[in-house]
């Protein structure tokens, strides 16, 4: 998994690129939501569109992502989430805990 990231509008969008499977690739992906928090930048959107494939790890990281930012008063969101992944999302019910877009830009303008 390639992680990249921008802030546009005081919203940090993180752009994974891959597999989300975990491992150390993963790890990065936590490190980088502690290290934006403790820089008090707590609204994150993850752009999905670029995953191909996430696993139960990559579910628990998303999980442990929206956890820790909202008990930084912070936000998580979803954006561009690919079939494959909204089926999981469905079939697992977090299609009810996250707040998905369709494009970085909507889920932008909803913070």
């Given at each position: 998994m390639k992680l990249n990231h921008f802030e546009k509008g005081g919203v940090v969008v993180i752009e994974p690129k891959g597999k989300?499977?975990?491992?150390?690739?993963?790890?990065?992906l936590h490190?980088?939501?502690h290290d934006?928090?403790?820089?008090?930048k707590t609204n994150v959107i993850i752009n999905l569109g670029k995953v191909d494939w996430m696993n139960s790890t990559g579910l628990g990281l998303l999980i442990s992502?929206?956890?820790?930012?909202?008990?930084?008063?912070?936000?998580?969101?979803?954006?561009?989430?690919?079939?494959?992944?909204?089926?999981?999302?469905?079939?697992?019910?977090?299609?009810?805990?996250?707040?998905?877009?369709?494009?970085?830009d909507e889920a932008i303008d909803s913070f």
């Open positions: 989300i499977m975990g491992g150390p690739e993963s790890t990065a490190d980088l939501l934006l928090i403790e820089q008090k992502g929206l956890t820790t930012l909202r008990k930084s008063d912070g936000e998580l969101r979803l954006a561009n989430v690919t079939e494959k992944i909204q089926s999981l999302l469905t079939i697992t019910k977090l299609v009810t805990v996250f707040k998905s877009f369709d494009s970085v």
